[in-house]
């Protein structure tokens, strides 16, 4: 079933999406001056965060996992966001000066309600109690991270989409000024991303504004961002500031910076390979041996049911 995608080559832990760019170690300098410039703050706040082992839901929901939380500071400096730099460590160096507030959402489409949204009319009436623990991404690790958020589901029921809605598009806000990765094209922004409507219905997809009981952190995609679990990470696009409501699939950015890797549905399968490494197995940050990957992420039981009957070889 792999005859197109080679599983032969064995993971690694570089950064394998960059590879498709001509990659230049960039601002190398800047980026050290601008991180010391924020690691006084960021300093002040890791010291009051909570330890991340030890923080507890009060109000668990059904999707919780009750494995180890990756700590705080793994999951806020090892990221990935290229509107910041290809490097794990540069959107926490390099989003220092990013805004997150004021904040709206403009809501488009095949919808009944469309406006632009401010942050705090979305948030109106969430209780902020839905946490999911387990977040993977892409690159052969993954990390559990507890989320402050509610389900995607809650905001596009009040924006009533019409029955030509057949997927939502997700867009990342572009502001070369405060995001020095837009200002070189590591990709072709302003970020994009896309679910199937039963997809953005399930309750297992919930948009983020926190995790450790805190906000979130502009490298984490302050101030709203999408979790979807099942999925490899680059789904969960960070920082939206616009939904749009759509007949036709939305073409993912993935999709156009590397159509053979990157599908739409990009759900998490073992069986998969990318084209140039294996999706077998994960490293859990913190761990020293890697594990083996679950269909969906673990989350068989709740989702496969939205694919019966599609080729998810095909489908990826
Ligand atoms: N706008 C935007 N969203 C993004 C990305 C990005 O580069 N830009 N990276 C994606 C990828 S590849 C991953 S793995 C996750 C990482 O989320 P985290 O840094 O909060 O763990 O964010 C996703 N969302
Ligand atoms: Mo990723």
């Given at each position: 079933m792999l005859i197109r995608r080679r599983s032969d080559i064995p993971s690694s832990e570089i950064t394998p999406e960059s590879a498709y760019i001509n990659r230049r170690k960039f601002l190398r300098k800047g980026s050290l001056a601008l991180a010391g410039m924020t690691l006084g703050s960021a300093g002040i706040l890791r010291a009051v965060m909570q330890d991340g082992k030890s923080w507890k839901p009060s109000n668990p929901s059904r999707y919780n996992t009750?494995?180890?939380?990756?700590?705080?500071?793994?999951?806020?400096?090892?990221n990935n966001y290229y509107e910041y730099g290809m490097d794990k460590e540069d959107p926490e160096a390099m989003s220092g000066s990013f805004k997150p507030q004021p904040w709206s959402v403009a809501v488009e489409g095949e919808v009944k309600k469309p406006a632009t949204y401010?942050?705090?009319?979305?948030?109106?009436?969430?209780?902020?109690?839905?946490?999911i623990y387990r977040l993977r991404c892409v690159e052969a690790w993954s990390m559990v991270i507890p989320w402050l958020g509610f389900p995607l589901a809650h905001l596009i029921k009040r924006f009533e989409p019409t029955s030509k809605a057949r997927f939502v598009e997700f867009t990342t806000i572009l502001r070369p000024e405060e995001m020095p990765g837009q200002q070189r094209r590591y990709l072709p922004f302003p970020?994009?991303?896309?679910?199937?409507?039963?997809?953005?219905?399930h309750p297992l997809t919930i948009l983020a504004t926190g995790l450790y009981g805190r906000s979130l952190p502009n490298q984490n995609g302050a101030p709203l961002r999408l979790v979807v679990p099942w999925k490899y990470g680059f789904k969960s696009i960070k920082s939206i500031v616009k939904i749009r409501f759509v007949q036709e699939q939305p073409t993912s950015t993935w999709m156009i910076a590397a159509p053979g890797d990157y599908g739409f549905?990009?759900?998490?399968?073992?069986?998969?390979?990318?084209?140039?490494?294996?999706?077998?197995?994960?490293?859990?940050?913190?761990?020293?041996?890697?594990?083996?990957?679950?269909?969906f992420n673990g989350y068989a039981d709740e989702v496969a049911s939205l694919y019966s009957g599609m080729d998810l070889d095909k489908n990826f």
């Open positions: 009750t494995e180890d939380l990756t700590s705080y500071q793994d999951a806020t400096t090892y401010r942050l705090e009319d979305l948030l109106k009436g969430e209780t902020l109690e839905d946490r970020y994009v991303e896309g679910l199937r409507m039963d997809e953005a219905m549905y990009s759900n998490v399968n073992p069986d998969v390979s990318h084209t140039r490494w294996s999706q077998a197995k994960e490293r859990r940050i913190g761990d020293f041996l890697k594990r083996k990957t679950l269909p």
